[in-house]
Each structure stands twice: as C-alpha cells, then as structure tokens.
C-alpha cells in the first residue's frame, strides 16, 4: 500500500482497493467474476480503434491510416489508469502502443504483470506500475492516449480524477472512459440483478451514489480548461444537449443476455447510454493555444 | 497421423522433457513462439494457413506453422497420368469456392480437373419416388456455375499448397509427426508442441485440423459424441461413353436411395465420374473383392434394377465371397440378364445394361428416360476401389478449456457426417473460413487470439450451423434405410411433395453452399439475402404443414409420423437458413 499522505491527496478509495485485491486472482478467469469484462473489452477496443482512425481521417484524408491495419496504435505513448489484470493494457499494447498500466491495487499489478510475462510479444512495450494516477503527474511524461475503463464510479472526488487524466495528457491527446450512468435502470441492471440476483459480479462491487451521468461528464468538460495550457474548454459547443463529434461522443454499451455479449450501440441510439456507456473527448491541440493567446 | 495410443505415450514423455526446459529457464530459448500452430495438413488445415496468410492485415501479427506427418510435397507435385483421376473427390459448394477464391487460392486449382454439377436427381431405391435440383431454377447469381463443382481432393490440397509457396512467412512444416502437446507448468500457460525433430513450438492458437482422431483433440480433452453407421463407403473412378449429344455434357449428379445406403455417380469429365457407393460392410468387402467389371455390372444395375433384384444379387455376391470363390463375371452377366428378362427390361430400355456388351458403334439414339440415370459404366480405373467406415462425429465443443485451452477444432477433428450430402470437407472449409474472419476480428481489436472470449464467436457461429447439418443428414440416411412399408409410402410421398416445392428447394441448396456466402467483411450481413431465404423457406414449411396435414388424414398416425420426421428436418434446414 501506499504511503498514508498519498492516500489523502489521492482520488483512491481504500475500500474499493482492498475489493478487488482480494479479487485479483480471478482477472483471467474468462467464465469467472471478470467474464463481464473480457467479452466488454473487444467491444471497448472496437471504440478506441474507430474513433481514433475516424479523427485520423479528419485530420488527414490523404495519408490516413489503413483502417485493416492492426498496428494503429503503433509509436502511441498510451496509459491505462486503473488498469486492473490489464485486460485493456494488453490489447492496447498489441495495437502497437508503448503502454503503461497503473493500478492503486498491488496484487493487480502482480496479476498483471505474471500474464504479460506469458506473451512474448507484450514484454517489449507494456510495462505496469503500482501508483495512483495523481502520482504520474511529478514526472515529466505525458501520453498520447488515456484509457480509464470502468473505474470512474469506483474513484472518491470524480472531478479531481477527470483533471488529473486531462492533465496527464499531451495536447491533442484522446481520454477514453468507460463507466456506468446513474439512472434506475442502471441500479436494476448492474446492482440488483448482476450482484443481488445472479450474482454473476461480486457484491459490493458497485455503488449507486458513484455512478456518473454522461451529461455530467459533458458539462465537466464543457468547462474544464487545461490549466497549463490556459486553453479553450475542451468541448466548446453542445447542440441539445450533444457534442460535436471532433470535439466529444458518448456511446452506450449494451449486454445481450441471449448472445451473453456486448454490442457498440450506434451514434445517438435512443436511450442507449442508460447504463453502461464510453466517453471520449479530447485536449485541445497547441495551436488553439496559441490563437486564443494571440487573441487577448 | 499419431494413432491415440502413441500419441498418449508421447504426450507423456514430452511432458517430462518440457519441465525440465521450463525449469532451467521460464522463457527458454528451446521454444519458438508461434501465434497460430495448425496441426494437420489436409485441406481444413491448409486451407486456414492460406486464408490467415493471405490476409495482408495479419501478417505482422501472426506467426503461423503448420506441422503435418506425411509428405505435402507429393501432393504438391502431385501429376496424374493423363484421362485418370483420384478416387478421393469432394463437391464443392459455392460458398466454399467464394471462399477459396477469395483468400486466392482458387485461381491454383487446375479447372480442366474440375466439372460442374448442373443438376442432379435424386430417387428412391423402393417407390422410385424422385426429385430433382437444378441449377438453372434456384435462383444463383450465376446459374452457368452449377450448383457445386467435383473435383479431386488431391487438385484442392495441391492448390492450396501452390498458394502457401507464395507465402513465406507461413511455414509448412510436413514429413514431421507431433510427438506430443502438453500445457506449459505454469498458471495460464501456452501450449508447447513438440515435434519429432526435437523443436518445441509454444503456441498462443493450437489449431486441430488433424482429423478423426485428432491428438490435439485429446490433448484438449475435448469430449466427442457419435456412433459408426452400420456401413461402409465404396470409392472408386468410372470410365463411361460420353453422353449421347441428345443429353448434353456430364454435369448431372445421379443419386439412388437403396435400403442398404445411397449409392452416388458424380461427374468428373466428359467419360469419367467418381463412385460413392454407401453399403453394408460385409458387401463392402465383398464388392471390393471382386473382378472390376464385376463390380462395374453391379454399380450399373444399383442404379437400374429394382430393389428386389438388387437384394437377390447383394445375397449372390455376400454368399460367393463368403465361400471363398468371388462371382465371376459371366455369373453375375447372365444373373443380371435373368433379373431384367423377369422384369421385362427389354434390351432397348434405358434401364437395360445390355449396351455394356455391345460395341459403341452400335448404340443409336437413346432410348426413352435414359437422362434420368447415369452412363453405363464402362470400366473401373485400376487401382481406385477403396473402401472407409462411415461415422457421425460431434465434439462437445470446438474450444478447449482449463489445462487444454487455446486450443480450436475444425473440419474432422470437430464433426464427421455420412457423405451422402457431400457436405462433409465443405462444413471443414465453412469452419476455416469462420475462424480466419474471428481471428482476423480479434487481431483488429488487440485481442489474444488464443482466449476463449476472441474463439468464442466461432464456435457460437459454427456448432450450431453444422450441427443442424449433421442430423438432417443422419436423419435423411435413417429415413431412406428402411424398407418399412407405410414408411416407404409416406416417404415417396414426402419426396413427391418435396418435388413440387421449388422454394424448398432453393432454401436446401442455399443451406448446403450452393449461392455464394455473403460478403460479411465487416461483420455485417447482406439483409436483402437474409430476408429472401427467410420467406422462401417460411412459405415452403407452410406449404408442406398444410400437405402434411393432408398426408396424415389420408394415412394414419405412423406415416404422419414420418412425414412430421421430414417436417422437423426442413423445419430445421430453413431456420438454420433464417439464422444465416
């Protein structure tokens, strides 16, 4: 564990922590407690990897991305906070990222590490650390990408972990999160059945007073500015409510329970991001910078 | 192949050598890191090498070996003497030729050694109730493709093996046996295969294409369900006269239910077709025994002579091999002559094989109804008559788990089916090709290739399809072996009612490959198609609800019965088409 002054300045919450180490081993179960997870995580990849090569396209249509390549992460500084067994880790790292996975749980990180050491084609560019994310930003490097998946509604003060993120970004950066909204279908769904009923997740896993509406996420974002950079707030228009799609997007992600899969709902699908959901925005590049500076 | 017991010992004695590797080092040198080892290098497990190694996107992802016993570059130099042809021959459907063609791999197959299937009938060795498929009415994108195209297995193999010489970084590895598989001793380890010249592939996919009885099967110890059928299958290739210019080119396939097992002439060339005689095994034996054109006088009358002739003469051929004098061939001449005589087959009837003993100049214009059976045949090509047991095979499940996971089964390793559809290679390359998009998916999204959740897909695609498959086969081939009066008539009606229903029809063909599979790049599927299959088939099942209601009045409860049989089977057919 750590230091008891890092825990204070932290957003980690002990109690969540010592949950999952005691968890921890089951991570690679594919039909145990994390089962949720693994069929979640090609789905989340599916995400990462269209939006990206989409914001590639925009940017440059001419020489963009073979979107059949499976290296498109390829030269990426990329961090998985909260980065669990590393079942984001790893695929980010086959997509040809230099990852870096943290985790505020010691024994995760053992797990981690012991699964990667398995594949030889990980150990050249995945690396672990068992660190809050608030400790990262001491150190000089910044990422190109910021995953943090499911891990939002376990956090103590959301705000302080969302600009600690933001933060731990380069400019034009991309922040993926994926997490669960705070509507009544979600309790039903992911507390009352999944832990109560089925008991197909732990109990305790979950708590209803963390989960997060997309639309605070949105509103976060609408006024977070970068303090270093002194830029534009990161989404800078909302037509009802809706980002534009370069600046934000919100996508739900929803289990069939006669398939036992998740499935990427399509852009604005009604009541789609109910429950689970992915969420991405992104800093603002240096150049909006140096406008809005020319500006005053 | 390792037969199961050697397999057993060598799976030991690596298990032993492996721990001493990982002791000395966890990530010792000894092994080489694999992405994908196929075990098996028939056409399922060549035909996957090519497909992963034709995909551009993999090919700095995946490391792919492929390790097979025998010698491929035989089957890679194979030269056959000119007008002769293997007896091993497969039909294959359109779905699988789209396949083929589109991982490149067609384009190798010597089309000269290939002929289409236009049509093909179908008849009842009893009622001679009979049905017809024809490629022009089912409604193909391109009807002058046949239905399915016969070729050699060994055109197909050799194919696949010129394709693979293209690509370099997929390494074939044959003359070499697996000595054994075992997991590594750690928790979540990969699977190390040894091979007999001592090197170690660790790999993250074990890939079992290696058949019956598949090693990496039982190293997964993946439990298999099935039985053998009381019956033995005859290949052998049949020379014949090209079709009389009234008839049109050899590109009908002829197939008769006899209560023993159907027996099957498929179109090879303009004067050869291939033999798929299914048969009791003592008659087996026995037909393997005789002289050829013995043999070629008894294939001539399976498909001409009524049922109960055919059974006198199966006794007359069971009871000489039994004595040990196998029936010569003026025997079974005049015996067959006597049995056409007594059914008043005159010598002018198509279903006469008195031209089998004439000189072809002497044959004019056919007689009446001789498009509905096959050639006389003529000769048997030497050294083709070969015979196999026939079994229905169905694995649990096609992924391994626990200390056998990453490891998937396909083609025969997983499933073996009665060969009366010919279904069989085409499930194994239906399997291939699903598998190779489910990896390609998992590649594109960072997945391990080797986790159940990347496999999963496949299997959920895959088991059911085949399964469904499976038992319309089995079930077809129960349902034709008796000789059960009502069952005969309900049957023949059944056939006949089949006959009127064209949609039924295309939603079979569609089933069995014969349209080609939708593009499904992108994991989308082509709605249109779907949604067509689905009301052909729907309004087909409706219509033969409404017969079968009809039948049952007229009939009575047991042939009801075998009619609500033939229900549920095209019940199952169309859904399995709905799935789609």
């Known amino acids: 564990m750590f230091p008891t002054a890092l825990i204070r300045s932290s957003t980690v919450n002990a109690a969540e922590i010592a949950h999952f180490s005691r968890l921890s081993a089951l991570w690679w179960d594919e039909h145990g407690e994390f089962s949720f997870l693994h069929k979640m995580n090609p789905v989340r990849m599916q995400f990462i990897r269209e939006k990206l090569l989409e914001v590639a396209y925009d940017e440059q249509p001419e020489n963009a991305v073979d979107p059949t390549k499976a290296g498109i992460l390829h030269g990426l500084d990329v961090l998985d906070v909260g980065c669990g067994g590393g079942l984001l880790s790893e695929s980010l790292t086959r997509l040809g990222a230099r990852t870096t996975g943290i985790d505020a749980s010691e024994s995760n990180i053992a797990i981690a590490r012991h699964h990667a050491s398995l594949d030889p084609r990980l150990s050249q560019s995945l690396s672990y650390k068992h660190t809050p994310a608030e400790s990262l930003l001491a150190e000089p490097k910044r990422y190109d990408v910021v995953c943090s998946m499911e891990v939002l509604e376990h956090v103590d003060n959301p705000a302080l972990f969302l600009s600690t993120c933001a933060e731990l970004l380069k400019p034009s950066g991309h922040l993926f999160l994926s997490t669960i909204s705070r509507t009544p279908l979600a309790y039903l769904l992911t507390i009352f059945l999944a832990e109560k009923v089925l008991g197909k997740v732990a109990d305790g896993t979950h708590t209803y007073s963390k989960y997060i509406k997309p639309s605070e996420l949105i509103e976060f974002f609408t006024k977070y500015r970068s303090p270093s950079q002194d830029s534009r707030p990161w989404i800078t228009r909302l037509y009802g409510g809706v980002p534009t799609r370069t600046e934000a997007e919100v996508r739900g992600l929803i289990f069939n329970p006669l398939q036992m899969g998740w499935m990427l709902a399509p852009k604005g699908a009604w009541g789609a991001t109910e429950c689970n959901y992915i969420f991405w925005t992104r800093k603002p590049a240096l150049e909006n910078v140096l406008n809005s500076m020319a500006q005053r | 192949m390792l037969s199961s017991k050697s397999s057993r010992f060598a799976i030991n004695s690596c298990r032993n050598s492996s721990r001493r590797v990982l002791t000395r080092k966890y990530f010792s040198t000894t092994h080489e890191e694999c992405d994908v080892v196929i075990v098996g290098g028939g056409p399922a497990g060549l035909a996957l090498a090519s497909a992963l190694g034709s995909k551009h996107s993999l090919r700095e992802s995946l490391k792919v070996a492929l390790v097979e016993a025998g010698d491929l570059s035989k089957v890679q130099n194979w030269v056959p003497a000119d007008g002769t042809y293997s007896n091993r021959v497969v039909s294959l459907t359109n779905a699988s030729q789209a396949f083929l063609n589109d991982i490149g791999s ?374 034709y072996s008796m000789s059960f009066g009502p069952v005969v008539s309900a049957r023949s009606v059944g056939l006949e009612v089949l006959n009127e229903f064209d949609s039924i029809k295309a939603a079979f063909m569609m089933t069995a490959g014969s349209s080609p599979r939708v593009q499904r790049e992108n994991g989308s599927l082509g709605g249109d198609l779907r949604s067509t299959a689905f009301n052909v088939a729907a309004k087909g099942v409706e219509g033969l609800t409404a017969t079968a209601g009809v039948v049952q009045a007229m009939r009575g409860g047991l042939a009801g019965l075998a009619v609500n049989g033939l229900h549920s089977l095209l019940t199952a057919i169309s859904s399995s088409q709905v799935k789609k």
């Open chain 2, 106 to 479: 067609w384009s190798h197959i010597e089309m000269d050694r290939t002929a289409p299937i236009e049509e093909m009938q179908v008849w009842d060795g009893i009622s001679d109730a009979r049905i017809e498929f024809s490629a022009a009415e089912m409604s193909l994108s391109n009807p002058g493709q046949g239905m399915a195209r016969l070729t050699e297995v060994l055109n197909l193999q050799r194919a696949l093996l010129r394709h693979l010489e293209l690509m370099p970084h997929v390494e074939v590895i044959d003359k070499t046996k697996v000595m054994g598989i075992s997991p590594e001793s750690v928790d979540g380890g990969w699977p190390l295969v040894q091979l007999e010249n001592g090197r170690v592939l660790r790999s993250r996919l074990l890939v079992g294409a290696d058949g019956l009885n598949s090693p990496v099967r039982s190293f997964a110890k993946i439990p298999t369900y099935g039985w053998a059928y009381d019956t033995h299958a005859i290949v052998a290739t049949m020379f014949h006269s090209a079709k009389n210019p009234y008839h049109g080119p050899n590109t009908t396939a002829f197939q008769r239910f006899l209560p023993t097992g159907p027996i099957a002439f498929l179109p090879l060339s303009s004067t050869a077709s291939s033999l798929v005689w299914s048969t009791k095994p003592d008659l087996a034996a026995a037909l393997k025994n005789v002289e050829p054109s013995v043999l070629a006088r008894m294939i001539n009358a399976a498909f001409r002579l009524p049922e109960v002739s055919m059974r006198y003469l199966h006794d007359r051929i069971r009871e000489a091999h039994q004595a040990g004098t196998p029936i010569t061939d003026a025997e079974i001449k005049s015996e067959i002559q006597w049995r056409e005589q007594s059914h008043s087959i005159g010598s002018n009837s198509a279903y006469s094989s008195a031209p089998f003993d004439m000189s072809e100049e002497l044959l004019g214009i056919p007689p009446d109804g001789s498009e509905l059976l096959p050639s006389l045949v003529t000769s048997i090509q030497p050294g083709t008559v070969a015979s196999f047991p026939l079994r229905y095979n169905h694995t649990e499940t096609y992924i391994g788990e626990g200390e056998g996971s990453r490891t998937v089964l396909v083609g025969d390793a997983a499933h073996t089916i009665h060969p009366l559809a010919g279904q069989g290679l085409n499930l194994g390359l239906g399997d291939v090709e699903c598998l190779a998009r489910v990896i390609q998916s998992a590649v594109l999204r960072g997945g391990d290739i080797g986790s159940y959740t990347s496999l999963l897909p496949y299997s959920r695609e895959r088991y059911l399809e085949n399964h469904k498959i499976m038992s319309a086969c089995d079930k077809l081939h129960k349902l």
